[in-house]
């Protein structure tokens, strides 16, 4: 069985650009987390998704970052006019139905870099 | 505000050696407590777990020591070998409620032979 699925693995982006990063979700998996992980703020949570509807999306900040799943195999995370404090490697998780039981399964993940 | 502690930032040990990872956390609401052990390049990876109604967790050489009282967990790498060098990340979540797992800061473990 594939993992979790994140492209592109590297990402340069001018500031003031856009930056779409996809995830495809392990088969049958119902629930797709996205992370961010910088070296100063460690893990942080950003939005997750059960059966493609979005659940919480508290870690977000409120410009210029969107998330969707458009289907139960990909989900994409897009920033908009990035700045270079988004430099960070942008982690996918997904979990399985029965879920709440932490047990996640993370891509290889998404680093981004703006110059 | 970080919920969820640890310490220390980094720790070296010699092969052998026991590695004790600490960790402590503020929301009394939590009761699902996995690490998560990321080598570079990586994702993360699910170690062992721990529920709070239990005060330990054994897993071969991985065993995390719970303190609900405290709020404080540990997690013991007996027999710490090369290969378990690595950064370790405790995670706390609470199962009746959202979804999301809440991560500590990370211990960067190097095991030297």
């Known amino acids: 069985n594939a993992g979790v699925i994140q492209t592109p693995r590297h990402k340069v982006t001018g500031k003031g650009q856009e930056a779409t990063l996809w995830c495809e979700p392990i088969?049958?998996?119902?629930?797709v987390f996205w992370y961010r992980q910088t070296i100063v703020q460690g893990l942080e949570f950003l939005t997750y998704?059960?059966?493609?509807?979005?659940?919480?999306d508290s870690g977000m900040p409120k410009e210029r970052f969107s998330a969707q799943m458009p289907n139960q195999s990909h989900s994409t995370l897009k920033i908009q006019s990035t700045q270079p404090q988004d430099s960070a490697v942008y982690l996918c998780a997904s979990s399985a139905r029965t879920a709440n039981t932490g047990q996640l399964y993370f891509g290889e993940g998404s680093k981004l870099t703006v110059l | 505000q970080q919920q969820v502690r640890q310490s220390p930032q980094s720790l070296t040990v010699w092969e052998g050696e026991t590695a004790i990872l600490n960790c402590s956390y503020e929301n009394s609401a939590f009761d699902y407590f996995p690490w998560y052990q990321q080598f570079p390049g990586e994702g993360p990876a699910l170690l062992i777990a721990?529920?709070?109604?239990?005060d330990k967790k054994e897993d071969g050489r991985f065993t995390i020591f719970f303190n609900k009282r405290e709020k404080k967990l540990s997690l013991h790498i007996t027999d710490s070998q090369p290969g378990d060098s690595a950064t370790y990340f405790c995670?706390?979540?609470?199962?009746?409620?959202?979804?999301?797992?809440?991560f500590g800061e990370g211990t960067k473990l190097t095991v030297s032979s």
């Open positions: 721990i529920r709070s109604v239990s």
């Open positions: 998704f059960r059966n493609q509807a979005p659940i919480d």
């Open positions: 088969s049958g998996h119902s629930a």
């Open positions: 995670a706390a979540m609470n199962q009746g409620g959202s979804a999301k797992l809440i």
